[in-house]
């Protein structure tokens, strides 16, 4: 199949076998071949002649495009595997036949919305920085934090040397010890949420995300999933 030629973690993303930030990780791992030849570099770039194959296996881009709506729980980790054996959220997709992997990461102690696809550019459109796709969340913290601290918030916390985006915030006390902090951000830093509320000092107890973009979770159960219609989609980047 002759197509435009692309970058491999590219082409990869195009055959849904990850978004192109795993591909990456997946090309560095040594797991993939171009007409046989082991490539570890990011800048080769291929065109559908040649025959690229992942841990062996010879991979084509995907003509029927899938999108899944997932309420993901709490004891699962958003990927395809896992080296841990733990439960992946793989397992909660019952009755369906295309291969599709995880949009972005929920962790496994955290719930709520995650996407899964095999259309690569969808993906990335979801996931770059560049396009600021809003994630909203709902994090049960310790205590109840001060207006000050809320705007630090707000303002941006201090992870890793570099100040994250402003957020916006939005706190309901729930009794004397404890506070719902409804959080949305358009970043998307390994275990950004948890981490911001540790560094104020109110560390997560319950972590859930409710929206991405302008579509909610809704009433989906938890461990269920619905194929998302455009209208979904749109929502979720933005688009009318």
Known sequence: M?????????????????????????????????????????GVAVNG???????????????????????????????VKDPEGRPTVMSLLGGLTERVYPV??????????????????????????RHEVSKCYIALVEGVPSGHILN??????????????????????????????????????NRQIRRMCEAIGHPVRALKRIAIGSLPLGELPEGEWRLATQEDLNKMTGES
Do not use: F, W
């Open 104 to 129: 972005g990461r929920l962790d496994y102690d955290s719930s709520g919305l995650l996407m899964l696809t095999n259309d690569g550019e969808m993906a990335h459109r979801l996931t770059h920085p």
């Open 49 to 79: 002649s040649q025959v690229v194959a992942v841990d062996g296996l010879a991979i084509a881009p995907e003509e029927h495009k899938v999108y899944i709506l997932l309420h993901k729980p709490e004891g699962y980790v958003s990927t």
């Open 2 to 42: 002759e197509l435009e030629k692309m970058r491999l973690q590219k082409y990869m993303a195009l055959c849904g076998v990850s978004s192109r930030r795993m591909a990456e990780t997946i090309i560095r791992a040594g797991r993939v071949t171009v007409d046989g030849q082991v490539v570890t570099a990011m």
């Open 152 to 189: 630090e918030l707000r303002r941006g916390v201090m992870l890793d040397g570099r100040r994250t985006a402003p957020a916006e915030v939005i706190c309901t006390p729930v009794g004397a010890n404890a506070s719902e902090i409804e959080m949305t951000i358009h970043e998307g830093r």
